[in-house]
């Protein structure tokens, strides 16, 4: 009998540099998405406690005013913040696909956890992030990207991993693939439109490539009461509006349910359906 399963992806603006309150959304998600009858969430990449964007400031006092913030807010693979979102998976019954800054000593890593409906928990850090995120992150060890899941094979790489051909040895294996976007930020001379389609374009080829379903969760930026002005052009905002859009994609490249609108927060649901042999996906439902 093939296998369906109900998958979901989070479109959200983070709580940025909040840990506690991050959690309880993040929380909130796997409970939605329990509820909502799935066995799969896929967060965004770095979602606690969200992307760094001060990095793509022009002035240097905006670093200095963050970085330790980001710090102390990052969370510990095996700190009690993590363990409140296992036991959550665990009592939803829920595969959770989290992006986190994951704090060791003084070093941050770009980092994906895969938590299990058992509470089981496996961390895999991004092995080398772009040279600008590099400002924050440390370098990770390269591991596997494939996890042989009671779900079939499920796959996830972080945002510009997907441009780096190297990064994806492991793409034949896949069954289904986690894209963890960021989010982007629009700058004022760049139209919601451009950044819409980066994080899509990008997962339609994946998609297509490896023929594979994927999961692109995505946040939403920028942060709720935090908007900067160009010093150069004050009448224009740096940062303002975008993020992209959640998507679920066949392996044909095509969306499996219509995306929610760009802004709005919530999940996306899809069904998924494993033919017998576990090889790859083919049949897909949209789920209602």
Same mark, same amino acid.
């Given at each position: /009998?093939?296998?369906?399963?109900?998958?979901?992806?989070?479109?959200?603006?983070?709580?940025?540099l909040?840990?506690? &309150?991050?959690v309880a959304?993040?929380?909130?998600?796997?409970?939605?998405a329990?509820?909502?009858?799935a066995? @799969?969430v896929?967060?965004?990449? =770095?979602?606690l406690?969200g992307?760094?964007?001060?990095?793509?400031l022009?002035s240097?006092d905006?670093?200095?005013?963050f970085?330790s913030?980001?710090?102390?807010?990052? +969370?510990?693979r095996?700190g009690?913040e993590?363990?409140a979102?296992?036991?959550a998976?665990?009592?939803?019954?829920?595969?959770?696909v989290?992006?986190f800054a994951?704090?060791?000593?003084?070093?941050?890593?770009m980092?994906?956890? /895969?938590?299990?409906?058992?509470?089981?928990?496996r961390?895999?850090r991004?092995?080398?992030?772009?040279?600008?995120?590099?400002?924050?992150?440390?370098d *990770?060890?390269?591991?596997s990207v494939?996890?042989?899941?009671?779900l079939?094979?499920?796959? =996830?790489l972080?945002g &510009?991993?997907?441009?780096?051909?190297?990064?994806?040895?492991d793409?034949?294996?896949?069954?289904?693939h986690?894209?963890?976007?960021?989010?982007?930020?629009?700058?004022?001379?760049?139209g919601?439109?451009v950044?819409?389609?980066?994080n899509?374009?990008?997962?339609?080829?994946?998609?297509?490539?490896?023929g594979?379903?994927v999961i692109?969760?995505t946040?939403?930026?920028?942060m709720?009461?935090?908007?900067?002005v160009? &010093?150069?052009s004050?009448?224009?905002?740096l940062?303002s509006?975008?993020?992209?859009?959640a998507?679920?994609l066949g392996?044909d490249?095509?969306?499996l349910?219509p995306p @929610?609108p760009?802004?709005?927060?919530?999940l996306?649901f899809?069904? @998924?359906?494993?033919d017998?042999? *576990?090889?790859?996906?083919?049949? +897909?439902?949209? &789920?209602?």
């Amino acid at each position: /009998m093939p296998i369906q399963i109900r998958a979901a992806a989070v479109q959200a603006e983070p709580a940025w540099l909040h840990l506690p &309150a991050g959690v309880a959304q993040t929380i909130g998600f796997i409970e939605d998405a329990g509820a909502g009858g799935a066995q @799969l969430v896929a967060f965004p990449e =770095v979602f606690l406690p969200g992307y760094p964007w001060w990095l793509w400031l022009n002035s240097v006092d905006w670093g200095s005013e963050f970085r330790s913030r980001y710090l102390a807010n990052s +969370m510990t693979r095996d700190g009690a913040e993590m363990a409140a979102i296992a036991d959550a998976a665990q009592w939803a019954q829920v595969r959770v696909v989290l992006g986190f800054a994951e704090r060791a000593g003084d070093e941050i890593y770009m980092a994906q956890a /895969m938590i299990g409906p058992d509470g089981q928990v496996r961390v895999a850090r991004k092995q080398r992030p772009t040279p600008l995120e590099r400002e924050v992150f440390a370098d *990770g060890v390269a591991p596997s990207v494939v996890y042989h899941t009671e779900l079939g094979r499920v796959g =996830v790489l972080g945002g &510009a991993d997907h441009l780096c051909p190297d990064r994806r040895v492991d793409l034949w294996r896949e069954q289904v693939h986690v894209a963890a976007f960021s989010g982007f930020t629009v700058y004022h001379e760049v139209g919601d439109d451009v950044v819409v389609a980066v994080n899509s374009t990008v997962a339609e080829q994946y998609a297509r490539e490896g023929g594979v379903v994927v999961i692109a969760p995505t946040a939403l930026v920028p942060m709720t009461g935090w908007s900067v002005v160009d &010093a150069r052009s004050p009448q224009h905002l740096l940062l303002s509006g975008g993020g992209g859009v959640a998507r679920i994609l066949g392996p044909d490249g095509r969306d499996l349910a219509p995306p @929610l609108p760009p802004g709005k927060s919530g999940l996306l649901f899809a069904d @998924l359906v494993l033919d017998e042999s *576990g090889n790859r996906w083919t049949d +897909m439902r949209v &789920a209602g």
